[in-house]
Nanobody, 118 residues
């Protein structure tokens, strides 16, 4: 019943910026956190940034100071503002919704490609 739709990916040059959006719809309740993960070819999916129900944020060390996660609860939407992009940021970025429904459960978006050229 839950759908996550990402937008905002694209091709940018090193040092540039992008803003990703993720809109959640459907039967959304008991939210633990929403966040962004990324996966580069041949690599494991990793946490980029996360915001909990209480508003706490967590970032991967590699993006601290460059990326900012934010939310609009009225729209069930989260954002990832990415600045000072590096080629190593190139990956597919996935939106994640973690809920508690008789145990933790994760919903995922289809992903949006971010490519940073050098």
């Amino acid at each position: 019943q839950v759908q996550l739709v990402e937008s905002g990916g694209g091709l940018v040059q090193a040092g540039g910026s992008l803003r990703l959006s993720c809109a959640a719809s459907g039967s959304i309740f008991n939210i633990n956190a929403m966040g962004w993960y990324r996966q580069a070819p041949g690599k494991q999916r990793e946490l980029v940034a996360r915001i909990t129900w209480g508003g706490r944020t967590d970032y991967a060390d590699s993006v601290k100071g460059r990326f900012t996660i934010s939310r609009d609860n009225a729209k069930n939407t989260i954002y990832l503002q990415m600045s000072s992009l590096k080629p190593e940021d190139t990956a597919v970025y996935y939106c994640n919704l973690n809920v508690y429904r008789s145990g933790n459960y994760n919903y995922w978006g289809q992903g949006t490609q971010v490519t940073v050229s050098s």
